[in-house]
């Protein structure tokens, strides 16, 4: 078997080593970033968030971007993916952008209802003749088999509990999740490329989703340390500073409140770096208030980061093992090659 499944369908992806993907990050993976990851042999997903005014703009500069590194289009479609946070989007604005700039994949997350990804699934496949693949981000067992029977996605991504920024207030880690839902859809008869999110920082962690059934991995928290987010250096220092995410880092959706965001479905929270203002929100601060600060952080610049700061640092638990700023490419390729050493080792040290 090939290492990387997904060569076929994303053919600039490596195809000797496990496939990585880079996950979108709202207004944090833009096109320099998304391109850089699949120049180097990884799958770059550029984040559309929930407002898609600008994707249109975005693609385009990714595009030219993608021509400047020599880049080209795979079946019509730009070697990048697009992440869209369905919840706020609209479908829309989605088809003006991707009917413009056909991208190889959109990935969908935290829609309404399960049942809303079907037309944005159908209107994007019609759109871009099927050059457009359907990933879909979901969190439980139940979510893998309603979206694999219904939306029937190219690829699942499996959202565990260590994953940082937005997820299912009620899931488990991947180390129970995954094996999980690969059971229950095998199960059913059902054949869908998993790529594992949630806690995967380096060799290590994808090796580990591998062997707990994934195809491919993506990752998330690492690349905030990634030479081409579009992150503040307050924001990204924190991410090298802060260690030990299981205290470290708590869910909430307090994050949300202070930044004045609204419509995130009741089941979802965000997982950051435990700050002043989560501290102050346990410790009966009214929001109104702890908006105001948050307001008076933002004008402070990068000190408004850090131990005692109030700026929102979304990050996964595996916060601890990011340790160096480097180009996305590199990250790519360590991740790569760190897997199939542990993997070549394992096999070794096992081998009768
Ligand atoms: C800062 C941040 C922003 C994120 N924004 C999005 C987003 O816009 N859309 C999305 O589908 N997932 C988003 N995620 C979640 C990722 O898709 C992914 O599940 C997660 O990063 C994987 O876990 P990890 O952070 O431990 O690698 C975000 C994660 C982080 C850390």
Not at 129 to 149: D, F, M, P, S, Y
Not at 201 to 206: A, I, P, V
């Amino acid at each position: 078997m090939t290492p990387n499944l997904f060569h076929t369908d994303y053919p600039w992806t490596s195809p000797d080593v496990p496939l990585v993907v880079s996950a979108p990050m709202m207004k944090i993976t833009l096109g320099r970033h998304a391109v850089s990851v699949s120049a180097n042999g990884g799958f770059g997903f550029l984040a559309g968030g929930f407002d898609l005014t600008p994707l249109a703009k975005d693609l385009a500069e990714a595009a030219e971007l993608a021509k400047a590194q020599g880049l080209s289009l795979h079946n019509g479609a730009l070697p990048i993916g697009v992440g869209v946070q369905n919840w706020g989007s609209d479908l829309r604005l989605a088809l003006d952008a991707i009917k413009k700039h056909p991208v190889a994949a959109v990935w969908f997350f935290a829609p309404k209802q399960l049942s809303d990804l079907l037309e944005w699934a159908r209107e994007i496949r019609a759109a871009t003749e099927n050059k457009t693949k359907i990933w879909v981000q979901i969190g439980t067992v139940a979510e893998a088999l309603e979206v694999a029977k219904t939306t029937k996605p190219d690829v699942l991504v499996v959202q565990g509990a260590d994953s940082g920024g937005h997820g299912l207030a009620h899931r488990a880690s991947l180390l129970t999740l995954l094996p999980e839902i690969v059971d229950a859809l095998a199960e059913e008869g059902i054949k869908i490329p998993i790529v594992a999110a949630g806690g995967i920082m380096d060799g290590r962690g994808s090796a580990a989703a591998l062997a707990l059934g994934a195809d491919g991995v993506a990752l998330g928290t690492r690349f905030l340390a990634a030479k081409e987010a579009v992150i503040a250096k307050g924001y990204q220092d924190e991410v090298l500073r802060v260690s030990d995410g299981g205290v470290s880092t708590t869910a909430t959706t307090i994050y949300d409140v202070v930044r004045n965001i609204h419509g995130w479905p009741e089941t979802y929270n965000g997982r950051g770096v435990i700050n002043r203002t989560y501290q102050d929100a346990k410790h009966g601060m009214s929001n109104d208030e702890n908006v105001q600060l948050y307001k008076e952080a933002m004008q402070q610049g990068d000190s408004g980061w850090g131990p005692d700061g109030r700026m929102t640092t979304y990050a996964g638990t595996g916060i601890g093992l990011v340790r160096e700023v480097l180009p996305a490419g590199d990250i790519v390729r360590q991740v790569q090659q760190e897997t199939v050493q542990i993997l070549q080792k394992s096999a070794k040290r096992f081998a009768s």
